[in-house]
C-alpha cells in the first residue's frame, strides 16, 4: 500500500435558509476571483476550493448538494461521500428542526464536524445565544463541555470565512485522511444527468485510487468507457485521483 495524504471532502448542511449555498458561493466566488482558468458558470455539484494554512496553499473539496437528501442517500448505500461536515446555524435564528436533524445525519455517518454561525453581520444575530440553543440541543461545542469547533461567519463580507476554512484543514489534519493513488478508484455517484449533446453523464468523487483514460467506470448496472475525464471546471484531465471531482460522459444507462 501506497497511504499519501489527501484532500477533505467536505459537505455543507443545516436548515433551510440558513445560509449554506450563500457559504459555499462565496467561497467558490473567492476562488474565482483568486484566478481560476475561465472561472465557473455553471452549476457543480462539487468543486475545489484552495485555502493558504500555516504558510502551505491547501486544497477542499467541497459537495454542493442541496439540502441533505443526497447525503442521506449516498449513506442509505453504505457509504460516506464527505469526511468532514460544516453545520450552519443561522446567528440570528439559532437551532432548527433541521439543523438536529442535519447534526443526526452527521453523527450516524461518524464523521467530525465543524460548526458555522452564519449571517453574523444581521440584525439580532447573537452567537452566545446560538451557542446556548446548540448545547441544548446536544450539540457539544469546544468549551461548553464539548469538542466541536466553530466559528462566526457572514458570507455578504467574508468575514470568519479564512478561520472557518483553518478549521476544516485543522480538523482534516487530526483526521489524517489518507489515499492510495496506486489503486484502481473508488468513489461515489454524486448526480447524473442527461444532455442532448453529451448524452448521459455523471458528476463522481474519487474517495480512493486513481482513475485513467481507456479504462471503465462501473456503478451497479450502469457502466461507461473513461474516454476522458473531465475536471470540476470542465476542463479534460488525463488521470483523477483521491478526492478529485470529475465528470464522466458516456454510460450506457442513467447510474444511481
Not at 473567492?30 to 472561472?39: D, K, Q, S, Y
Not at 452567537?127 to 463541555?145: F, T
Request: glycine share 10%.
Amino acid at each position: 500500500m501506497a497511504l499519501a495524504p489527501r484532500n477533505p471532502i467536505v459537505a455543507v448542511m443545516g436548515h433551510i435558509d440558513h445560509g449554506k449555498s450563500s457559504l459555499l458561493d462565496y467561497i467558490r466566488k473567492a476562488n474565482v476571483v483568486a484566478g481560476e482558468a475561465g472561472g465557473i458558470t455553471q452549476h457543480v455539484s462539487a468543486y475545489v476550493a484552495e485555502h493558504t494554512y500555516e504558510g502551505t496553499n491547501r486544497q477542499i473539496t467541497f459537495l454542493d448538494t442541496p439540502g441533505h437528501e443526497a447525503f442521506k442517500a449516498l449513506r442509505a448505500r453504505g457509504a460516506q461521500a464527505a469526511d468532514i461536515a460544516i453545520l450552519v446555524i443561522a446567528a440570528d435564528e439559532g437551532v432548527k428542526p433541521q439543523t438536529i436533524e442535519a447534526f443526526s445525519e452527521i453523527t450516524t455517518a461518524n464523521i467530525p464536524c465543524v460548526v458555522a454561525f452564519t449571517k453574523i453581520d444581521k440584525n439580532g444575530a447573537d452567537i452566545e445565544r446560538g451557542k446556548i440553543a446548540a448545547l441544548e440541543a446536544g450539540i457539544y461545542l469546544e468549551g461548553l463541555g464539548g469538542t466541536i469547533p466553530f466559528t462566526g461567519v457572514s458570507s455578504k463580507s467574508g468575514d470568519g470565512i479564512p478561520e472557518l476554512l483553518d478549521l476544516v484543514l485543522l480538523t482534516s489534519d487530526l483526521a489524517e485522511l489518507t489515499g492510495d493513488a496506486t489503486l484502481p478508484a473508488q468513489g461515489f455517484v454524486l448526480e447524473s444527468s442527461q444532455s442532448g449533446k453529451r448524452g448521459t453523464l455523471a458528476t463522481l468523487i474519487i474517495k480512493n485510487g486513481t482513475l485513467e483514460t481507456g479504462t471503465f467506470v462501473v456503478s451497479g448496472s450502469a457502466f461507461a468507457p473513461v474516454r476522458f475525464i473531465e475536471d470540476f471546471k470542465g476542463k479534460r484531465i488525463e488521470t483523477a485521483g483521491p478526492s478529485e471531482p470529475i465528470v464522466i460522459s458516456g454510460w450506457r444507462d442513467l447510474p444511481l
